[in-house]
Structures are given as C-alpha cells and as structure tokens.
C-alpha cells in the first residue's frame, strides 16, 4: 500500500526538481542576461601593424563573444612600446588598431559597435625606460562589453 504512494511523491519531487532546473537554464540563457566583459590581447612585431595568421585567432575569439551579445560594444586599444620616437609610436599604436578592427569587420562584426583608440606608449604592460624594446608592449586589447 505505501509503494505507490512512495512511488508517486518521488516521482513528483523528481519533477519538481526537473522544473526549477530548466528555469534556471532558461533564465541563465536569456537575452536580456547581461554578458560579462571579456578581454582579448594580441602582439605584434617591432615596427608592425599587420594581424598575423596566429594573432587572427584571438580575433576570432573575440569575434565570436561579440555575435553572442547583439548589443556588445567593443573597444580596440592599440598600444607600442618606447623604442623611437613617441608620434611614431603614437601612429603605429593607431594603424595596430584600426588593423584589428578591420580584422573584426571581416569576421562580420558591424564597425558602427567598435571604438578604436590608439594609446602610443602611454599604457605600457610593462613598464620600461624610453627607448626600450618590449615585446609586451606592442600589443592591442579587445574589450567585448
């Protein structure tokens, strides 16, 4: 006599439990979630602006965060470290930029959500003297927000 009734509340706990996890899954997967900011860095060569072929995953990466949150804003911030002069810096910084953003514009991003900023030498990773070449510090950041 009691192990239908056994049967029956496990069952309903069993269903009970089911619902609050497909709600959770729900709420966690909605669109009006908002998405955690995620970063992205890549590196460049001394005195180069080009996105290389290992470079172009990052941006990919990024790519792929940016499609999953229609309303992401997304910034490039270029950087270059302070061997030579700091305008040059300043314009290289920039042409790093705006080669990434070309670079998240063919991965289909729309460029009415980038921001582009060239930083020159003024944000370095690593902190140097003036005229030091650091790997480090020729880089751009991605930022999907």
Do not use: W
């Amino acid at each position: 006599m009691y192990k239908p009734l056994l049967a029956t509340a496990c069952a309903a706990l069993l269903l009970a439990a089911c619902g609050d996890r497909t709600q959770a899954v729900v709420a966690a997967s909605s669109p009006d979630t908002p998405q955690p900011a995620r970063n992205f860095m890549l590196f460049f060569g001394n005195d180069r602006a080009n996105v290389t072929p290992e470079s172009e995953a990052v941006v990919q990466e990024a790519a792929l965060a940016a499609r999953a949150n229609p309303s992401a804003r997304i910034t490039v911030s270029g950087n270059a470290d302070t061997f030579g002069d700091s305008a040059y810096n300043q314009a290289l910084s920039q042409r790093r930029a705006e080669a990434v953003r070309d670079a998240l514009v063919q991965d289909g991003i729309n460029p009415a959500t980038i921001s582009v900023v060239g930083h020159g030498e003024d944000a370095p990773l690593v902190s140097t003297r003036d005229g030091v070449r650091e790997p480090k510090n020729r880089r751009v950041e991605i930022m999907v927000q």
